[in-house]
Antibody, heavy 122, light 112 residues
C-alpha cells in the first residue's frame, strides 16, 4: 500500500536550518507530483510547496518563497524540504502528500504522511 | 489569489444532517475542483470528497459534496451523523492563475 513517512523534524533556533525528508513506498514515486503542507499548532492547513514528478517545476507559498527549497530524488523514492532562515511562525507539523494522478500538477492530495513536527524557538 | 472561507465551527446531533460551506472569494467556484479533507484529532487529513462531489472508495455515502455557482461556494453535507464524524473538515482547491493550492480555514464539527 502507499506509504509516506516524514522525518527530520526537531527544535531549531530562529535563523537556523533544517531538512525534512519524506520516504515514499508502494507506488511509482517518479510518476507523481508531491506536496509539502504544514499545520501550526491548533491552526489550519497551509500549503507550502509542490514539485512536479520529474522535478522540472517547483512552486512555493509566498510565506516560504526564497527560504524553503523542495526537491526529490527519484532514485531513492524520497522527497525533501530544505528550510533556511527559519522563523517562529514556521513552527508546525509538516506533512508530505502525493498527487493522486500521474504526471499531473492540479489533482487532489492523497494520501498524506503522518507528519513531522518542526519547532522554531530559542 | 483567492481565499476559501469556511465557518469556524458547526454542531449537530447524532442522526441529523449538517452542511459545511466553503465560499470562494474571487473567480468562479467552478473553475477548479474542490476537495474536502477530514482530520480527526491527532491524525493526518484524509479525503472524503474529491472533484466537487466524488467519494473515494471506503467513504460512506453519508458524505456528499456539491458546488453552487450562484453563491460561489462548495458544500459538504454529512447525513445520519455519527460521533465518529466529529473532526475538522477542510475544503481545498487549486489556483491555476497563481500556481498554488488553497485551503479553507477549516470547520470543527461537533456531534453531540
Amino acid at each position: 500500500q502507499v506509504q509516506l513517512v516524514e522525518s527530520g523534524g526537531g527544535v531549531v533556533q530562529p535563523g537556523g536550518s533544517l531538512r525534512l525528508s519524506c520516504a515514499a513506498s508502494g507506488f511509482t514515486f517518479s510518476s507523481y507530483g508531491m506536496h509539502w503542507v504544514r499545520q501550526a499548532p491548533g491552526k489550519g492547513l497551509e500549503w507550502v510547496a509542490f514539485i512536479r514528478y520529474d522535478g522540472s517545476n517547483k512552486y512555493y507559498a509566498d510565506s516560504v518563497k526564497g527560504r524553503f527549497t523542495i526537491s526529490r530524488d527519484n532514485s531513492k523514492n524520497t522527497l525533501y524540504l530544505q528550510m533556511n532562515s527559519l522563523r517562529a511562525e514556521d513552527t508546525a507539523v509538516y506533512y508530505c502528500a502525493k498527487v493522486t494522478k500521474t504526471y499531473r500538477d492540479d489533482y487532489w492530495f492523497d494520501p498524506w504522511g503522518q507528519g513531522t513536527l518542526v519547532t522554531v524557538s530559542s | 489569489n483567492f481565499m476559501l472561507t469556511q465557518p469556524h465551527s458547526v454542531s449537530e446531533s447524532p442522526g441529523k444532517t449538517v452542511t459545511i460551506s466553503c465560499t470562494r472569494s474571487s473567480g468562479s467556484i467552478a473553475s477548479n475542483y474542490v476537495q474536502w479533507y477530514q482530520q480527526r484529532p491527532g491524525s493526518s487529513p484524509t479525503t472524503v470528497i474529491y472533484e466537487d462531489n466524488q467519494r473515494p472508495s471506503g467513504v460512506p455515502d453519508r458524505f456528499s459534496g456539491s458546488i453552487d455557482s450562484s453563491s460561489n461556494s462548495a458544500s459538504l453535507t454529512i447525513s445520519g451523523l455519527k460521533t465518529e464524524d466529529e473532526a475538522d473538515y477542510y475544503c481545498q482547491s487549486y489556483d491555476s492563475s497563481n500556481l498554488s493550492w488553497v485551503f479553507g480555514g477549516g470547520t470543527k464539527l461537533t456531534v453531540l
